[in-house]
């Protein structure tokens, strides 16, 4: 008589367990991101790549420039940006210096340079370059940009690295 081989059974039931909470979770993701955009529709995020202001185009096989001046960033906007440091904010074009202390003045020069970008605020958008220990000061800034209905973009910056605006902004300038 031939012997029956012993088979062996296999329970997947655990494993059914872990793939539907795993697809619980990515529902609940979609859901919640969902009912967010539904929230804010008029949330919209320009993208803000510093390199934008730092590019210089490559040169062409003639010997003379080329290209576009901001290929990285925004090209229907250019960008004007404040250096957010935990003490001070620097104000590009012009690298003006402002104290934190004197953001509590009225008509101060941060307010001043908002409503001059606010006025073109169909060409032009911020750019907030926050360096390490400048979170609050950066939360403020953002609220006062956000409040005067200017787009915003937000950039990571390390605490010893320059800007060095003008001179890139003039080297590119009128090239579009």
Known sequence: MARKKAQAKQDLSSFMAILIMTIGALIVLL??????????PENTAITSVVTSSLFIPPPTGDGTEGGMPFPHGNMMKEPVYID????????????EVLPVRELDRPRNALEQFLERVHENRHEEYVVLLVRPRAALVSRRLTKAVRDRDIDLGHELFEAGRAVNYEARRAATEGKF
Not at 84 to 95: A, E, L
Request: net charge neutral; proline share 9%; aromatic share 4%.
């Open 31 to 40: 859901v919640s991101n969902t009912v967010i955009i539904m929230a804010n």
């Open 84 to 95: 957010v440091h935990p003490d001070r904010i620097i104000m590009y074009p012009g690298g």
